[in-house]
């Protein structure tokens, strides 16, 4: 038969002489107030500055989209005029196509014809003149808006450093 003895640990004992000791010198450890306000100062720099990011951000986002609908208003321009030259020139075919179809002769018939090329190609040119000018107008402008939206990213580039 084997007995077994009740034993106090004598590692609580330890444990709570050094828990009682750290808690001591602890509770004599004392922040200095310049570290406090260091600390402080740092904080809010740091909160300012993340402010002054997020305002710069916002910037950059808003030019961003700026550039983005100006490219795109102008796609969309260019778009409507090859569609607005499209239904004319299908509108001017068929006319011409009743013109022809009523004429009273050959040479009559071969008259309206001429005319109809002449015309036709007189339009288009004019078409394709007014969507260079409207290409060249977009481009410019966008070329403008980016630069402007560059000068913004360079000058908040700046500030935050």
Do not use: C, W
């Not at 090329?117 to 004019?126: F, G, K, L, M, Y």
């Amino acid at each position: 038969m084997t007995k077994t003895a009740k034993t106090t640990a004598p590692s609580s004992t330890y444990f709570s002489s050094i828990k009682s000791a750290f808690e001591t010198a602890q509770s004599k450890l004392e922040v200095p107030a310049a570290a406090r306000d260091f600390v402080k100062r740092g904080a809010s720099t740091a909160k300012e500055r993340a402010e002054s990011v997020h305002g710069g951000v916002a910037k950059l986002n808003d030019g961003a989209e700026k550039i983005a609908t100006s490219f795109v208003v102008g796609y969309a321009n260019f778009t409507r005029g090859l569609l607005d030259a499209t239904l004319a020139n299908v509108q001017h075919a068929l006319t011409t196509v009743e013109k022809v179809a009523g004429a009273q002769s050959f040479n009559e018939a071969v008259q309206i014809q001429a005319d109809f090329v002449r015309e036709n190609a007189s339009a288009n040119i004019e078409r394709i003149r007014g969507a260079a000018e409207t290409a060249k107008t977009t481009v410019v402008d966008g070329a403008k808006t980016v630069q402007a939206e560059i000068g913004k990213l360079y000058t908040f580039d700046k500030k935050a450093a």
